[in-house]
């Protein structure tokens, strides 16, 4: 039987982060990925590539989920850009009406063009509302600040922030992402899963930043998950997908970041 991951994730329309990444990542793996769309988010050629930012109406949202676990009974679901507080609301009311075996929220806090004000209340929603709900969350190292309340900048800060995070907000596993980030020759995430540390690295690659090696990462470890792995073999298999998708990344685009590849 096919085995189904969800993902409840905002379109990032050139096709190297957002749910289109997700997807891609799915098939990679021998999942059949279903999304429900959070938003739809245009980078700008004309505006330096910032994101233009259109939330999808919460009914819409609230249809989508409803159709894809009417259709599919799935047990695993990826949480990504959420973005609005009414959106939050909408996916935490959906989330509450059953039960879900693995929830893997990518913490994406706001992103560039939407409105900086929204941001705060943006963040506490999802902190108050979606965590609670989060079998595995996968902060990279600006939003594992922002949730632990340490500024992290090594690694032993990471660590120190996954812990912060398991305790403070209650997520069974916390997978801290170091990334190309912190200083060092690799890059390093970081599985706190209540008791012990599991650290993941492989040697930096490039130079430039990489749209979507954050939404591949989560969305493999949703793949394993819903394959029945357990959560170290999950974050492994994540790792080594995300490596590969960076090594195999687009370049020589206009922007001024490149974009992960899984193909
Ligand atoms: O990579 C974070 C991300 C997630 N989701 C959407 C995005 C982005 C970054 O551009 O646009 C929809």
């Not at 930012?53 to 159709?67: K, L």
């Not at 080594?240 to 899984?262: G, H, M, S």
């Amino acid at each position: 039987m096919v085995t189904v991951a969800v993902a409840i994730a905002g379109s990032e329309a050139t096709g190297g982060a957002g749910a289109q990444t997700d997807l891609k990542t799915f098939h990679k793996l021998g999942t059949f990925g279903a999304v429900a769309l959070t938003c739809i988010v245009s980078f700008d050629p004309k505006d330096n590539w910032n994101h233009l930012f259109v939330p999808v109406d919460p009914g819409v949202i609230r249809q989508q989920i409803d159709a894809i676990t009417a259709v599919h009974e799935p047990d695993t679901v990826k949480l990504g850009m959420l973005g609005t507080v009414a959106t939050i609301d909408a996916v935490a009311e959906k989330l509450g009406e059953r039960e879900w075996k693995n929830v893997v929220v990518d913490p994406v806090l706001i992103c560039k063009g939407q409105q900086p004000g929204a941001a705060l209340d943006t963040d506490n929603a999802l902190k108050e509302k979606i965590l609670p709900y989060a079998t595995v969350v996968t902060p990279n190292v600006f939003e594992a600040t922002q949730l632990s309340g340490i500024e992290v900048v090594d690694l032993d800060s990471l660590k120190e922030a996954a812990k912060l995070i398991h305790e403070k907000l209650g997520v069974p596993y916390v997978v801290a992402k170091g990334g190309a980030v912190l200083p060092g020759g690799d890059a390093v995430d970081v599985l706190y899963d209540g008791e012990n540390f599991t650290e993941y690295r492989e040697p930096k690659i490039g130079e430039r930043y990489i749209s979507g090696a954050g939404c591949t990462l989560a969305a493999a470890i949703t793949a394993e998950l819903a394959k029945g792995a357990d959560i170290h073999g999950a974050v492994q298999v994540a790792k080594d997908t995300v490596t590969e998708a960076i090594r195999n990344r687009v370049t020589d685009l206009p922007t001024p970041f490149d974009e992960v590849y899984q193909g």
